[in-house]
């Protein structure tokens, strides 16, 4: 067995009366509730008032205490792999990950993830939380991503994030033509339909984007946005329901739709980038130890240039000048709000 790093959680208001391993499962969303269930049994978790059993509710204000362990064969496997390390010290990793990399092993992909790298370059990520991983980002989406590298930076990120203190912008480029920037406010959940895919779904989790024009092209619009939440496909699944789908996004694109009358060039660089247009591009935070302000920013990866020089090529004379690249579109288009049904 592999020990863990002891974990502290404090009970919040909304959890009072519930049963203990039913606070557990909302405190500790990184473990199944059948290995909390485990540890429950195996009396590694501790309330700082006196025993408890999984059934005995908690109080606002109790300190729980979880000690937990893994069997080997479920550690993931450290793999000697490169890796850009953006910043790095004894509480933080930050990485820029490029598109293609799965972020954790699963099924389909056991292997060769960003986690088997992280683990090679510091083992002791295997004693933290899904081996420190706070937030993710999709297998085809480039860009930033933070890792704990301590249970008091993972517990500090996690909070962080909870209170959407934690700053995300993505770069984007969506089909169709944004007429300015705006906010998607609806709910997310798993796509009754199609259960692989998410979509916006009455009863889903609270969702919100934000988005502004950065360059708009003839039937494409290079837009900036900023996520208040982080569900999965949160990006892709909001732009969808605008019916502004990304460029290349195999899932909730649609079919390749290349514009009439454009370039030779801009339609086989449609056809070339298979993967959504998407690059995680600023992230800020607040350091978990000295609450220092932090913030990191990725250039676009050589793919999303090239298809932004294309549409920008594209151009029929006097279109799309309204915008310069780099200017935002909500200042000078009329902001809207999308809500989904609740």
């Known amino acids: 067995m592999t020990e863990l790093a002891p974990i502290r959680v404090q009970v919040p208001a909304e959890l009072a009366g519930l049963r203990l391993d039913r ?24 309330c700082d008032r006196g025993p408890l059993r999984a059934r005995d509710p908690v109080r606002e204000g109790d300190w729980v205490e979880v000690r937990g362990s893994l069997p080997r064969d479920e550690r993931w496997e450290a793999q000697e792999m490169p890796v850009a390390v953006l910043y790095e010290d004894a509480d933080l990793l930050v990485v820029d990950k490029p598109a293609g990399l799965v972020v954790h092993p699963a099924a389909g992909n056991p292997d060769r993830t960003l986690v088997n790298a992280l683990l090679h370059r510091d083992p002791d990520l295997a004693r933290l939380p899904r081996s420190g991983i706070v937030h993710r980002i999709d297998k085809d989406t480039s860009g930033l991503l933070v890792v704990a590298r301590t249970l008091r930076a993972h517990r500090s990120l996690v909070e962080q994030l909870r209170e959407h203190a934690v700053v995300r912008e ?32 009455a009863g889903g989790r609270p969702a919100v984007t934000h988005y502004r024009v950065v360059a708009r092209f003839r039937a494409h619009t290079h837009v900036r946005v900023r996520l208040e939440t982080g569900r999965t496909h949160q990006v892709r699944v909001h732009l969808a329901h605008l019916h502004h789908p990304l460029v290349g996004d195999p899932v909730y694109g649609g079919r390749l739709r290349i514009p009439a009358g454009c370039s030779p060039e801009l339609a086989e660089a449609l056809r070339a980038f298979r993967r959504q247009a998407l690059h995680a ?24 240039r090239a298809l932004l020089a294309s549409l920008a090529k594209d151009l029929e004379p006097g279109a799309g000048k309204d915008l310069e690249p780099g200017a935002g579109g909500a200042a000078r288009g009329e902001a809207r709000t999308a809500r989904g049904r609740r």
Do not use: C, K
Request: overall charge positive; charged content about 25%; cysteine-free.
């Open 281 to 304: 591009a600023r992230l800020e935070l607040t350091h978990p130890a000295n609450g220092a302000p932090l913030h990191w920013e990725s250039p676009l990866p050589t793919d999303l």
């Open 23 to 46: 606070a557990l499962a909302a405190l500790l969303p990184d473990f199944s509730r059948s290995r909390l269930q485990q540890w429950l049994r195996e009396e590694r978790v501790r």
């Open 170 to 201: 993505y770069e984007a480029v969506a089909m169709g033509v944004l007429t300015g920037g705006g906010t998607v406010d609806a709910p997310i959940g798993r796509d009754p339909r199609h259960r692989t895919r998410m979509a916006v779904v």
